[in-house]
């Protein structure tokens, strides 16, 4: 059993807090004590420092499978910037010299972060059965759940991947997942829930209003965007299902409201990426316009507002994405806007993306014809292949996942015509035990919001520097002695 | 002008070229058949001048200017329409074009730049003493690069060293483009723009922004190398990545070649095929000015291609010509790119 004055000493020295928030000590603890551990920590809540303190008191590698890319850049960035430097990120990114590079000094890493694609790569499995590693991290593991079948088949094999690199303890982590979710992930890691210590706090960020609106059209709803982004204390982001209507808009709140905007989406250059969100951080942008790619990393403490100008395709991603509003405890808002017409679109979005009957028919029966086709469907129908399961297998697999995507789909599309408490409709739908007091800083239930009376109206803004520096100016302040003002 | 007119810098009235290859060039495809077609037409400096040029954009754009009749297509080739030729004087004028660039010279310009930006990055941080930042993101090799370099370095001086060469080094440039290039400079409480953002205060396409930031970077180099002396720190940055025009392989086997090895022992020794070899050696005939054609091309198959080809002009050559005789493909390709080269 590990001492309180041990783990506070490795808190402040290490991460240079002085208190732990809510859930972080208890995980920390179980996974010191050799127990394997399934957290549900709200977003937040800083999980990352559940596995990173614990890696300076534990001898062994820890290694966490996560499962983005920029989500991985941005714990590595974080560990850095924390002084550490025995971090690596095994990542599609790396090229082939630095890969071989980090492979070849594997064992001198601390921290080790990778996709579950890569872990299991033949090459980086032998690796970790060689290594010793004290702790296995799945970091937002409703993923296994929500994107295993379709999107990232690597997620079923982790069960496999544990088996082989056992590893002395296992944690996984996520900040949304229903009952069923969480049966499937321990059973998908092949976790005995009798054995695994569960520590479950409740989804629930009280200090989120949440609201929705309906509006007739597009051009509607772009007025309401406008309209809210100019009454709105900012910071704040604004998710969007599409890239090219990210942009778009961005575009269109520049001219209309503010300069201090711009957009994020996963197909900007590692650079851009860079640029936009230190610029945020740092509070030199008000608003962001982005995909879901923009913030799973971002540890911003003061984002005032989350508005969804598209629907989240489940309740999950809702709840993730709001969540970055308000870490740092103050009043903030959640808004969701609609039409009618968006139910299809994501209706769309979300089948779209899935091989239909007759590809999959077609495919097991002549799968040398698609020897070529780069398309993300075959891709999944070759892996499913090589696992060798059956077409009738296959087909039943995808049918269900059909299924389950609208069926997220249309529990979003009762959450909004829920006349109730939206807080409470969450909390039920998650198994949350959490008692709701509804009241006007709530929902918009039983009155839209009162943005004054929350304390989120702001309706002049500080005037924002449209005009660049010269160079002159930003090379003395880079390196210089003139602060950039 | 919209973008896609800047297509109509590539090709010529009077010679037909390949789009495909043209493609290949800009984006930095290195074999023999592409560099020969960057070499016929003039445009080897171009090379790797767009890497992540999307396919679909430039065949896009080449359809647009083949329907407003500004460019006939003929088979897998095409040139400029009379109405072409005018469009890409007005082009000439009024787009920003690459004066300094040199893809092939400054082949690892991409690499030195990043390095130069995590530098000054780190400098500045440095200078404050801040030790919690977020490192600029780049490759690991380039980190470690970087770390090595800063490590080597005077920490007396470094700052100050590199103010003064970046101060060089911008007012060698238009105050627009200095303006322009420094948006991307990061440091100490300084946040660097997005290529979106900065292009959108210039009111740049984003393909012009890609040139200016390409063709800024070659004009520094150009500036580094030329004066050394003045520039010290720079100069040891790029140092390392100033490997001349071939590719590695490629460098390798000419080295080995003016050692005196013949290139059945290169084979030999590197595990590669002759073919691989011969291919190597046409990189290095086209890319080097001081290529020893004569060491590979013997004076009687010179005479007996001097025969066959004799006054006819070099773009309706065809390998088949040679169908009876025992001369290969290579001596074929060698003849063919001296000649061009002669040419010039
Ligand atoms: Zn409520």
Known sequence: MIDSAKLQQTLKQHFGYTKFKTGQESVIRSVLAGQDTFAILPTGSGKSLCYQLPGYLVSGQVVVISPLLSLIQDQVAQLQYLGEKRVLALTSALDPLTRRQSLAHFADYKFIFLSPEM????????????????????????????????????????????????????????ATATQRVQADILAKLGLDPTKTRQIIHSVDRRNIYLASE???????????????????????????????????????????????????????????????????????????????????????????????????????????????????????????????????????????????????????????????????????????RQQQQSVTTVLKLFDQRRHEKLLALRTMLAFLQNPGCKRQFILTYFADSKVVSHDETCCDASQPPNLARLGLQQMTHPQSHTVYATWQKRLAAILGNTPLL | MADYFYLLILFDQQQWRRPLALKALLKGRRTVSNLYAGLDYGLLSLYQLLPHLPAEKFEQALRQLVEAGLIAQQGRQARLTVAGQKAKVAANKQLFLPQHYAGLKFQNSREFIARLFLVTQASSELKKHNRHYFPLAVAWSTQQAVKNWLRQQNAQTLVSQLHQEWYLLFATLPQWQADYYSQFLLGHQVQPASTQQADHWFAWSSLTGELV????????????????????????????????????????????????????????????????????????????????????????????????????????????????????????????????????
């Open chain 1, 119 to 174: 872990a299991n790569q033949r090459r980086i499995q032998r690796l970790l059965k060689q290594a010793s590693v004290a702790l296995l991290v799945i970091d937002e593991a409703h993923c296994i759940s929500q994107w295993g079948i379709d999107f990232r088949p690597d997620y079923l094999l982790l069960s496999s991947l544990r088996e082989a690199i056992q590893p002395a303890t296992t944690l996984a982590m996520t």
């Open chain 1, 214 to 384: 309906a509006l007739a059209d597009e051009t509607e709803k772009k007025q309401r965007l406008i309209e809210l982004c100019c009454q709105l204390k900012r910071p704040g982001i604004i998710y969007f299902s599409s890239r090219q209507k990210a942009e778009e808009i961005a575009a269109l709140l520049q001219q209309q409201v503010t300069t201090q905007v711009a957009f994020y989406h996963g197909d900007l250059t590692s650079q851009d990426r860079f640029a936009i969100q230190q610029q945020f951080m740092q509070g030199k942008l008000a608003i962001i316009c982005a995909t879901s790619a923009f913030g799973m990393g971002i540890d911003k403490a003061d984002v005032r507002f989350v508005i969804h100008y598209h629907l989240p395709g489940s309740l999950e991603s809702y709840l993730q994405e709001i969540g970055r509003a308000g870490r740092d405890g103050q009043q903030s808002i959640a808004i969701l806007l609609y039409t009618q017409q968006d139910f299809q679109l994501q209706a769309n979005l979300q089948i779209n993306g899935l091989p239909d009957a007759t590809l999959i028919k077609r495919y097991f029966a002549h799968p040398g014809q698609f020897a070529a086709a780069q398309v993300p469907a075959i891709e999944l129908l070759k892996f499913y």
């Open chain 2, 213 to 344: 930031r390409q063709d800024t970077v070659h004009w520094f180099l150009q500036q580094v190398t030329a004066a050394p002396e003045q520039f010290p720190l720079l100069t040891s940055l790029w140092q390392p990545l100033a490997t001349g025009p071939l590719g590695t392989s490629a460098a390798q086997t000419m080295t080995l070649c003016q050692q005196g090895l013949s290139l059945t022992e290169i084979s030999r020794q590197r595990r590669i095929k002759q073919n691989t070899l011969k291919e190597h050696l046409l990189e290095a005939a086209i890319l080097l000015p001081d290529f020893p054609f004569d060491h590979y091309l013997t004076a009687s198959t010179r005479r007996q291609l001097t025969t066959i080809f004799a006054d006819q002009p070099l773009a309706t050559w065809k390998f088949s010509q040679l169908a009876a005789t025992d001369l290969s493909f290579f001596d074929y390709r060698l003849f063919q790119i001296q000649k061009r080269k002669a040419h010039d």
